[in-house]
T-cell receptor, first 111, second 117 residues
Framework: GQSLEQPSEVTAVEGAIVQINCTYQ??????LSWYQQHDGGAPTFLSY????GLEETGRFSSFLSRSDSYGYLLLQELQMKDSASYFC????????????FGKGTHLIIQP | GAVVSQHPSWVICKSGTSVKIECRSL??????MFWYRQFPKQSLMLMATSNEGSKATYEQGVEKDKFLINHASLTLSTLTVTSAHPEDSSFYIC?????????????FGPGTRLTVT
């Protein structure tokens, strides 16, 4: 079966750095994505890793280790608006591109 | 970035009736769209892959006769929840990928909140 594990909740302070981990077990693997979702809103794309290593986009970075079936999302210089749920998702369907999502990590930012 | 719209944004219907949800890609053509369902405080679950001009592919456990998908054009996919029941109440979200983009980013619609009474 498919499973992605990530912490259910993380709390951090404004201005700090936080890392959200994701481990996965899927029948196929083409890449790991991260999405942000505010309450009641649509998921928005943050990053995609197909190869091992670190991808950096502004305050957000994402890392992948395919041999360890592990990745993480790193958020720096946290802002109150970063309070949201963060989902890792695996592209595992060959050409279909449908995503299997983790259960999500609720990030709480404290002033 | 690319835009995906959904209509309606919310709908309340009576048990036993059918509801149609539309998903449109506004500035790109999508041969494939995806339908997800999300219960409160839970993750998104892929229901089906909608293929333009052919039958949808349903995930295991999703009833294809209950959740009818039609992808009649390169910019429109519809999901019809037939004979809706209270347990079908959920947040339904569609997504699509712009085939012209190298990135595997998926663009999500704003979602449709369905409440069945």
């Amino acid at each position: 079966g498919q499973s992605l594990e990530q912490p259910s909740e993380v709390t951090a302070v404004e201005g700090a750095i936080v890392q959200i981990n994701c481990t996965y077990q899927t029948s196929g693997f083409y890449g790991l994505s991260w999405y942000q979702q505010h309450d009641g809103g649509a998921p928005t794309f943050l990053s995609y890793n197909a190869l091992d290593g670190l991808e950096e986009t502004g305050r957000f970075s994402s890392f992948l280790s395919r041999s360890d079936s592990y990745g993480y999302l790193l958020l720096q210089e946290l802002q109150m608006k970063d309070s949201a749920s963060y989902f890792c998702a695996v592209r595992d369907g060959g050409g279909a591109d449908g995503l299997t999502f983790g259960k999500g990590t609720h990030l709480i930012i404290q002033p | 970035g690319a835009v995906v719209s959904q209509h309606p944004s919310w709908v309340i219907c009576k048990s036993g009736t059918s509801v149609k949800i539309e998903c449109r890609s506004l500035d790109f053509q999508a041969t494939t769209m995806f339908w997800y369902r999300q219960f409160p405080k839970q993750s998104l679950m892929l229901m089906a892959t909608s293929n333009e001009g052919s039958k949808a592919t349903y995930e295991q456990g999703v009833e294809k006769d209950k959740f009818l998908i039609n992808h009649a054009s390169l910019t429109l996919s519809t999901l019809t929840v037939t004979s809706a029941h209270p347990e079908d109440s959920s947040f339904y979200i569609c997504s699509a990928r712009d085939p012209n983009m190298v990135s595997y980013e998926q663009y999500f619609g704003p979602g449709t909140r369905l409440t069945v009474t």
